[in-house]
Nanobody, 126 residues
Framework: QVQLVESGGGSVQSGGSLRLSCAAS????????MAWFRQAPGKEREGVAA???????DYADSVKGRFTISQDNAKNTLSLQMNSLKPEDTAMYYC????????????????????WGQGTQVTVSS
């Protein structure tokens, strides 16, 4: 059974940093495309960053240069380092896993094709 558990959310002021983690279990972690999504109240869920099955990172334009996605295959852990946070980054952040490539796009249009965690809240105040 696939399980994804996020941690590391919290409240910070604009310009601050947070590091999110996602502990994965129940599947062969290194063969999956892994991603972070977020959803703010009243808005659609959007892709933030992903690590493709070949290890290439992919980022939404809104976070390029500020967020860094990484993984520790030995620990089956996905991380998202978020720097220079802005109030518009406020959202519930979700970890996701997809056995097929291009998951930053695929999970946006077909969320049922992947696995999702329960989310961790990030709040950035101005």
């Amino acid at each position: 059974q696939v399980q994804l558990v996020e941690s590391g959310g919290g409240s910070v002021q604009s310009g601050g940093s947070l590091r999110l983690s996602c502990a994965a279990s129940g599947y062969t972690y290194s063969t999956y495309c892994m991603a972070w999504f977020r959803q703010a109240p009243g808005k659609e869920r959007e892709g933030v960053a992903a690590l493709e099955t070949d290890g290439r990172p992919d980022y939404a334009d809104s976070v390029k240069g500020r967020f860094t996605i990484s993984q520790d295959n030995a620990k089956n852990t996905l991380s998202l380092q978020m720097n220079s946070l802005k109030p518009e980054d406020t959202a519930m952040y979700y970890c996701a896993a997809d056995p097929t490539p291009a998951c930053l796009w695929r999970l946006r249009v077909r969320p049922e094709s992947g696995y999702w965690g329960q989310g961790t809240q990030v709040t950035v105040s101005s």
